[in-house]
Each structure stands twice: as structure tokens, then as C-alpha cells.
């Protein structure tokens, strides 16, 4: 049986990132191997820790991101050292979208480690930020040229999210692999009963038009923009729609503010964190993914596996797209947005068809297997040294 250790950058929320390491974890071949699960923030949710535990998972809290960023990537690369030196793993699988994280944590590993993973679930957005400095914007083509060259794969969920953080050049590397997000597309189905069960749960009509957003209310995920997007529909007369808000806040009301400015409080549900997300999707009619940056969002499948109309940013990948109703438009266009939304809305498709044809899509857990051979079942010492 290999040990693998997976290392993960963020807080334990249910995210994307957690969902993929989720349920590699939970459809890997069973006996072949044992996973140790490092998270280096803290864990936000503890009902959602217990049953990642249940895959069997040993957990490790790091609890290390409150910390200033000099003294977190010192404690990371100790933390990381030790766990290398006393725990005989044979793999070390990265989990995240920030150079630092990948580079301390190879750095760690040094040679101890046959196999190391550095496995990108995000856009670096350093040259996009505002409050980023030069001194940023150095490091990062060292540290990619470090990665492209120190990791046995450098991985990623989309090409957009392999160029990010390992650059270009590593699109013709032999390291270079894709790993597609995937979903139990059984939970996804489009089931009618569910459906109307879920809009009597809220008191909402067969006649209402349900938009959504799934994922933490944060200003990347931009739900704000959904918002607005409300509000500039009821202002060309649609009022009889509501926007459904699921996942937890993280701008302490920041939004039902904004809903309460512009008298669409009640246009707007804030559902919070939710375990039946999939139930959730069934009751909406059309998902929104404004986001400012995504890698390849696992929601935006799960929505798709739905038989969900989607409008989704387009900063978002085309790779995201399995369906055949999806736009990708500009959020800097609200008018296009809306005028999408109406479209959506007069169309006239077979739902169930359409959950239908996507999940007969590659992106079911079943393909994990494979994907988990790709990267754990390789000779490394065959492996060629490649400088990139």
C-alpha cells in the first residue's frame, strides 16, 4: 500500500478544491493506498471534516494561514519537512493555485520522495491585482521555472490553470498532464419530484424564474454582480424572479445589504452552507458564475450535470463547458447578461435530455481510477530529468 500525502493551501470549506481531493480520495482503488490529508489553514466546517474522516483519511490541521507570510512559509516548510521525514510516504500531491505553497512544499520533499505533484486548482491572478508588487511579479517566473522543473507532474484542471502557475512552456513538457474535475454525476440528474419539492421549501411558484449561485460569497466569486443583475431585470419589469445565494458568507452581510439598498430583498434567498447542494440545483432554472478568476469550477459541472442553462464569466474557461446552453460573457456587460438570462428564459429544451447528454460526459467519479494511475503508478526512476 503507498502513502500519499496531500497537501492543501486553503481553510477546510466545502470548495472546490476540497470536493476534487474529496472524492479522489473516496474513489481511489480501494487497499492501494493510504492518504494523509494536511490542510494548512483551519478547519471551517466541522460536520464536513467527519465525513471526509469517514473515507479514512488520516487529517492534519495545520492552522498555519493566520500567520504573517514570512513566518507561514517557514513553519509550512518545517511542518512539511517533518512530515516527510516521519512518515515514509512515497507520494506528495500539492493541492493548490500559489507558487509559494508548491515551492516550499517540493522543497520540503526535496529527494526523500519518489513522486511530487504540484496540482493547480486556480488562476495565479498576482498581475491582475492592484495591490500586487514588483517584487511578486519577479518571483513568480522563478518560482514557475522552479516548478516546471522540480515536480515529477505539474497538473492542472484546465490549460488556463497549468499556464498560470507553471507558465507557458509547460504546455510542452512531458510533465505537463490535464486532470479534468469530476463529479458523481447520480447526485446531479435532473429529477422532477426533487424540483418541486425544493421550490415548495421556499414558498416559490412553478411560474418564478429561479436564478442561482453556488460557492463561497466572496468578491472573486462575485455574487454581487448577481445582484445587480436582478435589480436591472425587475428595472425592464421581470419581478416575478428570485436569486438564490448557496454557500457560506465571507463578507459578513455585505450583500443583503446591497439587496436591502436596492428593495430586492426579496428577490434574493441567502441559503448559506448547504449538504444537499444537488437538490438545490434542481429547484433553479438558470446558474450564474460571474466570477472574477476560476480554474475549472466544480459547481459550474455539477450545474451543467443538472441540465442547467448556464451563464458563466468570461474569465471562466471554455473547458468548463459539457453542455450545449452555456455562454461565457464579459462581466464588465451587465445588458448581455440580462438579455442572455431572457433567452434562457423563452427557450424552449427537455431538461432531463439535457442532464442527460452531460452526464454521459468524462467527468463522472468513475474516470478517477485512470487518472490516479496516470500520475501514482509510474516508474520515477525512469523518469527523465527535463529542464523547463
Same mark, same amino acid.
Given at each position: 500500500?503507498?502513502?500519499?500525502l496531500? *497537501?492543501?493551501?486553503c481553510?477546510?470549506?466545502?470548495?472546490g478544491?476540497?470536493?476534487?481531493m474529496e472524492?479522489?480520495i +473516496?474513489?481511489?482503488?480501494s +487497499?492501494?493506498y493510504?492518504?494523509?490529508?494536511?490542510c494548512?489553514?483551519e478547519?471551517?466546517d466541522?460536520?464536513?471534516?467527519?465525513?471526509?474522516?469517514?473515507?479514512?483519511?488520516t487529517?492534519?490541521e495545520?492552522?498555519?494561514?493566520k500567520?504573517?507570510?514570512?513566518?507561514?512559509?517557514?513553519?509550512?516548510?518545517r511542518?512539511?519537512n517533518?512530515?516527510?521525514?516521519?512518515g515514509?510516504? /512515497?507520494?506528495?500531491?500539492i493541492?493548490?493555485?500559489s507558487?509559494l505553497?508548491?515551492?516550499?512544499? *517540493?522543497m520540503?520533499?526535496a529527494?526523500?520522495?519518489p513522486?511530487?505533484?504540484?496540482?493547480?486548482?486556480?488562476l495565479v491572478?498576482?498581475?491582475?491585482?492592484?495591490?500586487?508588487?514588483?517584487?511578486?511579479?519577479?518571483l513568480?517566473p522563478?518560482?514557475?521555472?522552479?516548478?516546471?522543473?522540480?515536480?515529477?507532474?505539474?497538473?492542472?484542471?484546465?490549460t488556463?490553470?497549468?499556464?498560470?502557475?507553471f507558465?507557458?512552456?509547460?504546455?510542452?513538457?512531458?510533465?505537463?498532464k490535464i486532470?479534468?474535475?469530476?463529479?458523481d454525476?447520480? +447526485?446531479?440528474?435532473?429529477?422532477?419530484?426533487t424540483?418541486?419539492?425544493y421550490?415548495?421549501?421556499l414558498?416559490?411558484?412553478?411560474?418564478?424564474?429561479?436564478?442561482?449561485?453556488?460557492?463561497?460569497?466572496?468578491?472573486?466569486?462575485?455574487?454581487?454582480?448577481?445582484?445587480?443583475?436582478?435589480?436591472?431585470?425587475?428595472?425592464?419589469?421581470?419581478h416575478?424572479?428570485?436569486?438564490i445565494?448557496?454557500?457560506?458568507?465571507?463578507?459578513?452581510?455585505? %450583500?443583503?445589504k446591497?439587496?436591502?439598498?436596492m428593495?430586492?430583498?426579496?428577490q434574493?434567498?441567502? %441559503?448559506g452552507k448547504?449538504?444537499?447542494?444537488e437538490n438545490?440545483?434542481?429547484? %433553479?432554472?438558470i446558474?450564474l458564475?460571474?466570477s472574477k478568476s476560476?480554474?475549472?469550477?466544480?459547481?459550474?459541472?455539477e450545474?451543467?450535470?443538472a441540465?442547467l442553462?448556464?451563464?458563466?464569466?468570461?474569465?471562466?474557461?471554455? /473547458?468548463?463547458q459539457?453542455?450545449?446552453?452555456?455562454?461565457?460573457?464579459?462581466?464588465?456587460?451587465?445588458? %448581455?447578461?440580462?438579455d442572455? *438570462?431572457?433567452?434562457?428564459?423563452k427557450?424552449?429544451?427537455?431538461?432531463?435530455?439535457?442532464?442527460?447528454?452531460?452526464?454521459?460526459? /468524462?467527468i463522472d467519479?468513475?474516470?478517477?481510477p485512470?487518472?490516479i494511475?496516470s500520475?501514482? /503508478?509510474v516508474?520515477?526512476k525512469?523518469?527523465?530529468?527535463?529542464?523547463?
Open positions: 500500500m503507498k502513502k500519499i496531500l *497537501i492543501h493551501a481553510d477546510l470549506v466545502r470548495g478544491a476540497e470536493k476534487f472524492l479522489w +473516496k474513489n481511489a482503488p +487497499k492501494a493510504e492518504f494523509t490529508w494536511y494548512m489553514g478547519v471551517s466541522e460536520a464536513y471534516l467527519n465525513e471526509i474522516k469517514q473515507t479514512g483519511v487529517f492534519i495545520g492552522n498555519i494561514r500567520c504573517g507570510r514570512m513566518a507561514r512559509a517557514i513553519r509550512l516548510y511542518e512539511i517533518k512530515l516527510i521525514r516521519n515514509g510516504f /512515497e507520494i506528495v500531491h493541492n493548490s493555485g507558487p505553497v508548491e515551492c516550499i512544499s *517540493i520540503a520533499t529527494e526523500k520522495v513522486i511530487k505533484i504540484a496540482h493547480s486548482h486556480s491572478d498576482v498581475y491582475r491585482t492592484p495591490t500586487t508588487n514588483v517584487i511578486c511579479k519577479i513568480l522563478i518560482a514557475q521555472a522552479y516548478l516546471r522543473n522540480s515536480a515529477t507532474f505539474c497538473v492542472a484542471c484546465s488556463e490553470a497549468g499556464m498560470s502557475l507558465g507557458k512552456k509547460i504546455l510542452h513538457s512531458s510533465k505537463w486532470i479534468q474535475n469530476t463529479i454525476t447520480s +447526485k446531479f440528474r435532473f429529477n422532477e419530484s424540483r418541486n419539492n421550490r415548495q421549501k414558498s416559490i411558484s412553478s411560474n418564478t424564474l429561479v436564478l442561482g449561485c453556488v460557492g463561497l460569497v466572496n468578491e472573486n466569486k462575485n455574487q454581487i454582480f448577481a445582484i445587480d443583475i436582478v435589480n436591472a431585470l425587475k428595472k425592464e419589469g421581470v416575478n424572479i428570485k436569486l445565494l448557496i454557500g457560506i458568507d465571507m463578507l459578513d452581510g455585505k %450583500l443583503q446591497e439587496a436591502d439598498k428593495d430586492i430583498s426579496n434574493v434567498i441567502f %441559503l448547504s449538504n444537499c447542494v438545490w440545483l434542481q429547484a %433553479l432554472d446558474f458564475m460571474p476560476e480554474g475549472l469550477p466544480i459547481s459550474a459541472l450545474a451543467q450535470a441540465g442553462p448556464c451563464v458563466l464569466s468570461d474569465r471562466i474557461s471554455r /473547458e468548463t459539457f453542455g450545449e446552453n452555456v455562454e461565457f460573457v464579459s462581466i464588465e456587460n451587465i445588458a %448581455l447578461w440580462v442572455i *438570462i431572457k433567452k434562457f428564459n427557450m424552449e429544451y427537455k431538461r432531463e435530455k439535457e442532464s442527460r447528454f452531460v452526464c454521459q460526459k /468524462e467519479v468513475s474516470q478517477i485512470k487518472y494511475e500520475l501514482y /503508478e516508474d520515477s525512469n523518469e527523465k530529468t527535463e529542464n523547463i
